[in-house]
Protein backbone atom coordinates (compact mmCIF):
# COMPACT_ATOMS: atom_id res chain seq x y z
CA UNK A 1 0.00 0.00 0.00
CA UNK A 2 2.56 2.65 0.82
CA UNK A 3 3.83 2.02 -2.68
CA UNK A 4 0.54 3.36 -4.04
CA UNK A 5 0.49 6.30 -1.38
CA UNK A 6 4.04 7.35 -3.01
CA UNK A 7 2.30 6.77 -6.73
CA UNK A 8 -0.40 9.06 -5.55
CA UNK A 9 2.07 11.79 -4.11
CA UNK A 10 3.68 11.50 -7.60
CA UNK A 11 0.33 12.23 -9.02
CA UNK A 12 -0.49 14.86 -7.01
CA UNK A 13 2.97 16.43 -8.05
CA UNK A 14 2.31 16.12 -11.61
CA UNK A 15 -0.74 17.69 -10.94
CA UNK A 16 -0.84 20.74 -8.55
CA UNK A 17 -2.45 23.03 -11.26
CA UNK A 18 -5.23 20.75 -10.96
CA UNK A 19 -7.98 19.56 -9.20
CA UNK A 20 -7.69 15.54 -7.75
CA UNK A 21 -10.51 13.79 -7.78
CA UNK A 22 -11.93 11.38 -5.56
CA UNK A 23 -11.91 9.17 -8.21
CA UNK A 24 -8.62 9.38 -9.46
CA UNK A 25 -7.67 9.01 -5.71
CA UNK A 26 -9.16 5.68 -5.47
CA UNK A 27 -7.74 4.19 -8.50
CA UNK A 28 -4.11 4.92 -7.33
CA UNK A 29 -4.14 4.33 -4.22
CA UNK A 30 -6.90 1.10 -4.79
CA UNK A 31 -9.19 2.28 -1.59
CA UNK A 32 -12.45 4.54 -1.23
CA UNK A 33 -10.78 8.00 -1.51
CA UNK A 34 -12.97 8.25 2.01
CA UNK A 35 -10.50 5.56 3.26
CA UNK A 36 -6.78 7.04 1.91
CA UNK A 37 -7.89 10.81 2.87
CA UNK A 38 -8.74 9.14 6.88
CA UNK A 39 -5.39 7.45 6.65
CA UNK A 40 -3.79 9.96 4.86
CA UNK A 41 -4.96 12.93 7.96
CA UNK A 42 -3.38 10.45 10.79
CA UNK A 43 -0.53 9.09 8.85
CA UNK A 44 0.73 13.40 8.08
CA UNK A 45 -0.99 15.56 10.65
CA UNK A 46 -2.87 17.61 8.13
CA UNK A 47 -5.71 17.08 5.53
CA UNK A 48 -4.87 16.39 2.11
CA UNK A 49 -6.53 18.84 0.61
CA UNK A 50 -4.21 20.92 3.48
CA UNK A 51 -1.12 19.26 2.03
CA UNK A 52 -2.01 20.16 -1.59
CA UNK A 53 -2.25 23.58 -0.42
CA UNK A 54 0.84 24.00 1.22
CA UNK A 55 2.57 22.21 -2.19
CA UNK A 56 0.93 24.82 -4.42
CA UNK A 57 1.78 27.56 -2.29
CA UNK A 58 5.61 25.98 -1.77
CA UNK A 59 5.83 25.94 -5.49
CA UNK A 60 3.81 29.22 -6.16
CA UNK A 61 6.89 30.36 -3.90
CA UNK A 62 10.12 29.36 -5.88
CA UNK A 63 8.09 30.78 -8.98
CA UNK A 64 7.55 34.27 -7.78
CA UNK A 65 11.34 34.40 -6.98
CA UNK A 66 11.97 33.68 -10.30
CA UNK A 67 9.59 36.56 -11.29
CA UNK A 68 6.24 35.42 -12.19
CA UNK A 69 3.63 37.90 -12.03
CA UNK A 70 1.03 37.55 -8.53
CA UNK A 71 -1.60 37.43 -10.58
CA UNK A 72 -0.73 34.77 -13.18
CA UNK A 73 0.48 32.45 -9.99
CA UNK A 74 -2.90 32.84 -8.33
CA UNK A 75 -4.99 31.82 -11.13
CA UNK A 76 -2.32 29.18 -11.86
CA UNK A 77 -3.13 27.42 -8.69
CA UNK A 78 -6.64 27.70 -8.45
CA UNK A 79 -7.37 30.45 -6.68
CA UNK A 80 -10.71 32.48 -7.89
CA UNK A 81 -8.80 36.64 -7.04
CA UNK A 82 -5.46 37.96 -6.06
CA UNK A 83 -7.02 39.09 -2.70
CA UNK A 84 -7.93 34.81 -1.78
CA UNK A 85 -4.00 33.90 -3.13
CA UNK A 86 -2.53 37.01 -1.16
CA UNK A 87 -4.77 36.05 2.22
CA UNK A 88 -3.38 32.50 1.67
CA UNK A 89 -0.08 32.84 0.82
CA UNK A 90 0.42 35.64 4.04
CA UNK A 91 -1.10 33.32 6.08
CA UNK A 92 0.97 29.99 5.27
CA UNK A 93 4.72 31.77 5.26
CA UNK A 94 3.86 35.50 6.91
CA UNK A 95 4.67 37.18 4.17
CA UNK A 96 2.35 38.66 0.94
CA UNK A 97 3.43 37.40 -2.47
CA UNK A 98 4.62 41.37 -3.63
CA UNK A 99 7.10 41.14 -0.78
CA UNK A 100 8.47 37.82 -1.80
CA UNK A 101 8.86 38.97 -5.00
CA UNK A 102 10.59 42.06 -4.35
CA UNK A 103 12.93 40.47 -1.14
CA UNK A 104 13.34 36.81 -2.40
CA UNK A 105 11.93 35.47 0.58
CA UNK A 106 11.57 31.74 0.09
CA UNK A 107 9.64 29.18 2.37
CA UNK A 108 9.20 25.46 1.27
CA UNK A 109 7.20 22.52 2.01
CA UNK A 110 8.72 19.57 0.67
CA UNK A 111 7.26 17.00 -1.34
CA UNK A 112 5.72 14.03 0.60
CA UNK A 113 7.45 10.24 0.67
CA UNK A 114 6.15 7.38 2.55
CA UNK A 115 7.91 5.06 4.72
CA UNK A 116 7.85 2.09 6.96
CA UNK A 117 9.83 3.45 9.83
CA UNK A 118 11.04 0.46 12.33
CA UNK A 119 12.36 2.04 15.51
CA UNK A 120 13.81 -0.17 18.17
CA UNK A 121 11.88 -3.25 17.25
CA UNK A 122 8.58 -1.87 19.45
CA UNK A 123 5.63 -3.84 19.11
CA UNK A 124 2.09 -3.31 19.28
CA UNK A 125 -0.24 -4.90 20.98
CA UNK A 126 -4.28 -5.58 19.56
CA UNK A 127 -6.54 -7.89 19.42
CA UNK A 128 -9.18 -8.02 16.34
CA UNK A 129 -12.57 -8.93 17.42
CA UNK A 130 -16.35 -8.93 15.61
CA UNK A 131 -18.93 -7.27 17.63
CA UNK A 132 -22.45 -7.75 16.75
CA UNK A 133 -24.31 -4.23 15.97
CA UNK A 134 -24.65 -1.71 18.74
CA UNK A 135 -26.24 1.88 19.31
CA UNK A 136 -24.11 4.54 21.19
CA UNK A 137 -26.50 7.16 23.05
CA UNK A 138 -25.02 10.27 23.54
CA UNK A 139 -24.55 14.07 22.52
CA UNK A 140 -22.18 15.11 19.27
CA UNK A 141 -20.47 18.30 17.16
CA UNK A 142 -18.72 18.98 14.49
CA UNK A 143 -15.34 20.00 15.35
CA UNK A 144 -11.91 20.03 13.59
CA UNK A 145 -9.54 17.36 13.48
CA UNK A 146 -6.61 17.73 16.05
CA UNK A 147 -3.50 15.45 16.19
CA UNK A 148 -1.89 16.57 19.38
CA UNK A 149 -3.11 18.19 22.48
CA UNK A 150 -6.74 18.56 24.29
CA UNK A 151 -9.04 19.30 21.81
CA UNK A 152 -10.91 22.19 23.01
CA UNK A 153 -14.23 21.96 21.34
CA UNK A 154 -14.65 18.41 22.37
CA UNK A 155 -13.69 20.10 26.19
CA UNK A 156 -16.46 21.98 25.39
CA UNK A 157 -19.41 19.40 24.11
CA UNK A 158 -17.92 17.18 27.11
CA UNK A 159 -18.34 20.07 29.97
CA UNK A 160 -22.48 20.80 28.15
CA UNK A 161 -23.35 18.01 29.31
CA UNK A 162 -25.97 17.84 31.58
CA UNK A 163 -27.00 15.85 34.69
CA UNK A 164 -29.93 14.66 33.61
CA UNK A 165 -28.04 13.63 30.28
CA UNK A 166 -25.24 11.42 32.27
CA UNK A 167 -28.06 9.89 33.89
CA UNK A 168 -29.99 8.87 31.24
CA UNK A 169 -27.04 7.74 29.34
CA UNK A 170 -25.84 5.41 32.49
CA UNK A 171 -29.63 3.94 32.29
CA UNK A 172 -28.90 2.54 28.83
CA UNK A 173 -24.98 1.52 29.29
CA UNK A 174 -25.33 -2.12 29.16
CA UNK A 175 -22.62 -3.19 26.82
CA UNK A 176 -18.42 -3.37 27.81
CA UNK A 177 -16.43 -1.13 28.74
CA UNK A 178 -19.81 0.41 30.34
CA UNK A 179 -18.05 4.02 30.50
CA UNK A 180 -17.90 7.20 28.17
CA UNK A 181 -16.95 6.38 24.57
CA UNK A 182 -15.46 8.96 22.47
CA UNK A 183 -16.59 8.32 18.65
CA UNK A 184 -15.51 9.79 15.70
CA UNK A 185 -17.54 9.66 12.50
CA UNK A 186 -18.40 11.38 9.36
CA UNK A 187 -14.49 12.43 8.56
CA UNK A 188 -14.86 15.76 5.97
CA UNK A 189 -11.30 16.41 4.02
CA UNK A 190 -10.99 20.15 4.88
CA UNK A 191 -11.40 22.82 1.64
CA UNK A 192 -8.80 24.45 0.03
CA UNK A 193 -6.81 25.61 3.01
CA UNK A 194 -9.00 24.52 5.71
CA UNK A 195 -8.13 21.58 8.65
CA UNK A 196 -10.16 18.29 8.29
CA UNK A 197 -13.26 17.76 9.70
CA UNK A 198 -15.22 15.45 11.95
CA UNK A 199 -18.47 14.47 14.00
CA UNK A 200 -17.21 13.70 17.26
CA UNK A 201 -19.75 12.08 19.77
CA UNK A 202 -19.74 11.51 23.44
CA UNK A 203 -21.68 8.66 24.78
CA UNK A 204 -22.15 4.87 25.54
CA UNK A 205 -22.57 1.39 24.08
CA UNK A 206 -25.86 0.03 24.08
CA UNK A 207 -28.15 -2.46 22.70
CA UNK A 208 -31.34 -0.44 23.80
CA UNK A 209 -33.43 2.07 21.88
CA UNK A 210 -32.86 5.31 23.16
CA UNK A 211 -35.73 6.67 24.03
CA UNK A 212 -34.78 10.03 25.52
CA UNK A 213 -35.66 13.60 23.58
CA UNK A 214 -32.01 15.30 24.46
CA UNK A 215 -30.07 12.30 23.33
CA UNK A 216 -28.94 11.31 20.08
CA UNK A 217 -28.14 8.09 19.08
CA UNK A 218 -25.85 6.17 16.41
CA UNK A 219 -26.22 2.99 15.01
CA UNK A 220 -22.96 0.96 14.43
CA UNK A 221 -23.17 -1.62 12.15
CA UNK A 222 -22.02 -5.68 12.59
CA UNK A 223 -17.80 -5.52 11.95
CA UNK A 224 -14.61 -6.49 12.73
CA UNK A 225 -12.59 -4.09 15.07
CA UNK A 226 -8.39 -3.69 15.49
CA UNK A 227 -8.68 -3.36 19.65
CA UNK A 228 -5.45 -1.65 20.57
CA UNK A 229 -5.01 -1.48 24.50
CA UNK A 230 -2.18 1.68 25.59
CA UNK A 231 -1.50 3.08 29.04
CA UNK A 232 0.43 6.19 29.79
CA UNK A 233 -0.10 10.47 30.13
CA UNK A 234 -3.11 11.21 28.80
CA UNK A 235 -3.83 12.46 26.16
CA UNK A 236 -0.49 12.36 24.24
CA UNK A 237 -0.66 8.07 24.63
CA UNK A 238 -3.68 7.93 22.95
CA UNK A 239 -2.23 10.42 20.19
CA UNK A 240 0.48 8.70 19.97
CA UNK A 241 -0.83 5.37 19.47
CA UNK A 242 -3.77 6.16 16.88
CA UNK A 243 -0.89 7.66 14.53
CA UNK A 244 1.21 4.10 14.72
CA UNK A 245 -1.73 2.77 13.77
CA UNK A 246 -2.41 4.35 10.95
CA UNK A 247 1.08 5.33 9.62
CA UNK A 248 2.70 1.70 10.56
CA UNK A 249 0.37 -1.06 11.68
CA UNK A 250 -2.67 -0.13 9.22
CA UNK A 251 -0.23 -0.29 5.82
CA UNK A 252 0.71 -3.08 6.38
CA UNK A 253 -1.72 -5.08 8.41
CA UNK A 254 -3.86 -7.03 4.92
CA UNK A 255 -6.84 -4.94 6.34
CA UNK A 256 -8.52 -1.31 4.93
CA UNK A 257 -10.99 0.96 6.90
CA UNK A 258 -14.58 -0.34 7.36
CA UNK A 259 -17.04 3.24 7.25
CA UNK A 260 -17.73 3.04 10.60
CA UNK A 261 -16.84 5.33 13.40
CA UNK A 262 -13.58 5.22 15.25
CA UNK A 263 -14.15 4.66 19.10
CA UNK A 264 -11.72 5.10 21.72
CA UNK A 265 -11.98 5.11 26.11
CA UNK A 266 -10.26 6.13 28.35
CA UNK A 267 -10.29 5.26 32.98
CA UNK A 268 -10.31 8.21 34.40
CA UNK A 269 -8.72 8.25 37.75
CA UNK A 270 -8.25 11.97 38.62
CA UNK A 271 -5.11 12.05 37.25
CA UNK A 272 -3.35 11.73 33.81
CA UNK A 273 -0.03 10.53 34.38
CA UNK A 274 -0.53 7.13 33.51
CA UNK A 275 -4.43 6.09 32.54
CA UNK A 276 -5.43 2.68 30.55
CA UNK A 277 -7.16 3.58 27.01
CA UNK A 278 -8.28 1.53 24.44
CA UNK A 279 -8.48 2.87 20.06
CA UNK A 280 -11.22 0.35 18.32
CA UNK A 281 -10.46 1.06 14.59
CA UNK A 282 -13.35 -0.62 12.84
CA UNK A 283 -11.72 -2.72 9.76
CA UNK A 284 -12.44 -5.25 6.62
CA UNK A 285 -10.13 -7.59 4.69
CA UNK A 286 -8.22 -5.68 1.89
CA UNK A 287 -9.47 -7.30 -1.15
Known sequence: MLQEFNQLMDYIEKNLTKEVSGKEISTIVGVSDYHFKRMFS???GMSLNEYIKNRRLSVANVELING???????????????????????????FLPSEVTKNKIQKSFPKFTFIIDIRGGISMEFKIEKKEKFNIVGVSKKVQMQFEGVNNAILELAQSITEQQRNEMHQ???LYPHQVLNVSYDFEDGRLGEKGYLTHMIGFATTIENPFDDLEQLCVEESLWAIFPNQGPFPATLQETTAKIYSEWLPTSGYELANLPDISFTKHDGTYENLYSEIWVPIKERK
Open 68 to 94: AKVTDVAYKYGYQSIEGFSRAFREWCG
Open 42 to 44: YMA
Open 172 to 174: LAN
